[in-house]
């Protein structure tokens, strides 16, 4: 896979001794940064023993201070976090994990070469959002500064845990009482740093046209051919396709993935061109973001003044290669030749910066992200893009209010109308049941007067008991007083 990687070509390798390239198969998914330095460190060794000038040239920001700083988990960092009271049920919990596979070895503090899937097996199947919680669970101080989404942070995380039986956040504790700058020793203290700059804008253009320059000289069809190789693998296998281990985290593979799957016949198509595009696009976007990550990574790991260990870095302006020799060549030799000499370069190191962005969880519930670090939180909530969506919302709020105010007062008024309708209807009902009661009364009266007095003492209505004859004998007495009319008492008595 030399064009997906960007590897140096042939004739350049020509030119000085290149080492760690073509070292490693492709297939291989499980390669970590602890083999790397493994197998790195000897060689870096080898060539000072020889009076010879290592260069460390990158690439994965993570694999370079490897190399840089003793950062990686040591057996007394371990064994000193063990001997803690408040630690010792931790301890005894990670031993009694059956499912862990812990060696010896691993329970010193050494770390072994065995492929990690064998050691996160009990992980492997589980989701990123499981393994975060589980995290919170063993190591919250840990979880708080370290992203929901970072699969690889949590599942070595938790694998500290098993392994050591003590949190990841207390490892890095113990190391930062030998090393305040929270890096660790500089592995070689006579180490510099040359950063080889641009303008923004220039940088930009630069990655634009290496990703077409890439294209021309036939990535589409390394990835057609590796996709070949690696799925015929993986079907003898029965696994999915994961984008997040081995050679799949470099650009390229998860942008034309669309493209790639495509049937041979729909390539050609106008859908295979629009995902074609699409790829080419999403990897120049991906590229120019892993730049901007790169020059981040510089300014936050070398340039802040955390405490000492930290090399000085010097910087080229290789915005205009037009004067390279005057502005890059010339004056990375003269420093390199300074240090080999033993002498300070007479170029200045760039100034270091207060650091000032401490670890800080916070969740933008608006645009549906997370922040670890305090500087990250504060950028966002300045940005125009929060803002657009926070206007959104607002707006898309007020609608949601104005519908459902619309909404209340149209069922209030049909609540009113089917009042009014009841009433009504209820009114009719009652009207024509007191109609009756007045005609039976009216009839029973004048039976009475042909048959004779005789005492009534109440008629059921249905609601209690009544006596009707005392209640329309008062009645009529009172609207002779009153000059009522006999359909006025009775909607009294109605009502």
């Known amino acids: 896979l030399d064009i997906v990687t960007n590897k140096v070509t042939v004739e350049e390798q020509e030119i000085c001794p290149h080492h760690m390239i073509n070292y490693l198969s492709p297939l291989e998914e499980n390669h970590h940064v602890h083999q790397f330095r493994n197998k790195a460190l000897p060689i870096i060794e080898k060539l000072l023993n020889d009076k010879k000038m290592p260069i460390i040239v990158g690439g994965t920001n993570y694999y370079i201070e490897s190399l840089l700083w003793n950062t990686l988990i040591k057996s007394e960092d371990v064994e000193r976090v063990k001997q803690q009271p408040e630690n010792?049920?931790?301890?005894?919990?990670?031993?009694?994990?059956?499912?862990?596979g812990v060696s010896e070895a691993e329970e010193d503090g050494e770390e072994t070469n065995r492929p990690r899937t064998e050691r996160d097996s009990v992980y492997q199947d589980l989701d990123t959002e499981t393994l975060y919680k589980r995290l919170q669970e063993v190591d919250p101080v840990y979880a708080s500064r370290t992203h929901p989404n970072n699969r690889r942070k949590l599942l070595r995380a938790l694998e500290v845990f098993d392994v050591h039986g003590t949190p990841m956040s207390e490892i890095h504790k113990a190391q930062r009482i030998e090393s305040p700058s929270n890096v660790g020793e500089l592995r070689y203290p006579n180490t510099c740093v040359l950063w080889v700059q641009s303008e923004q804008s220039v940088l930009d253009d630069r990655t634009n046209k290496r990703v077409n320059t890439m294209i021309e000289r036939g990535l589409i069809q390394e990835l057609l051919d590796f996709h070949k190789e690696f799925n015929a693998k993986r079907t003898q296998e029965n696994r999915e396709l994961d984008y997040t281990t081995g050679i799949f985290q470099s650009i390229g593979?998860?942008?034309?993935?669309?493209?790639?799957?495509?049937?041979?016949?729909?390539?050609?198509?106008?859908?295979?061109?629009l995902l074609f595009e699409k790829g080419v696009e999403n990897m120049k976007i991906a590229t120019r973001q892993y730049a901007r990550r790169q020059i981040y990574w510089i300014k936050n790991r070398l340039l802040r003044n955390k405490g000492h260990n930290y090399p000085p870095v010097y910087s080229m302006d290789s915005t205009d290669v037009s004067h390279?020799?005057?502005?890059?060549?010339d004056p990375a030799v003269q420093i390199v030749q300074d240090y080999m000499n033993g002498v300070v370069p007479q170029q200045e190191p760039l100034p270091l910066q207060e650091y000032d962005n401490g670890a800080e969880f916070n969740e933008c519930k608006a645009c549906n992200k997370t922040f670890v670090m305090r500087k990250e939180w504060n950028i966002h909530i300045k940005s125009a893009k929060h803002k657009k969506r926070l206007r959104s919302l607002r707006k898309r709020f007020h609608d949601t209010c104005d519908i459902l105010d619309q909404f209340k007062e149209k069922k209030s008024m049909e609540r009113e109308t089917t009042l009014a309708e009841m009433t009504s209807r209820t009114a009719n009902i009652a009207t024509d049941s007191v109609d009756g009661v007045?005609?039976?009364?009216?009839?029973?009266?004048?039976?009475?007067?042909?048959?004779?007095?005789?005492?009534?003492?109440?008629?059921?209505?249905?609601t209690g008991a009544v006596n009707l004859r005392d209640m329309v004998g008062t009645s009529n007495e009172q609207?002779?007083?009153?000059?009522?009319s006999v359909s006025d008492v009775r909607d009294k008595v109605l009502f």
């Open 479 to 484: 609207s002779e007083d009153k000059g009522e």
């Open 324 to 329: 390279w020799t005057e502005k890059v060549h």
């Open 88 to 100: 010792l049920k931790h301890v005894k919990e990670a031993r009694e994990n059956k499912d862990s």
């Open 253 to 273: 593979f998860k942008e034309f993935h669309e493209y790639l799957i495509l049937p041979e016949e729909e390539k050609h198509s106008e859908r295979g061109k």
């Open 438 to 462: 007045m005609r039976d009364c009216v009839a029973s009266d004048i039976s009475d007067k042909e048959a004779g007095p005789r005492d009534i003492k109440s008629l059921d209505t249905g």
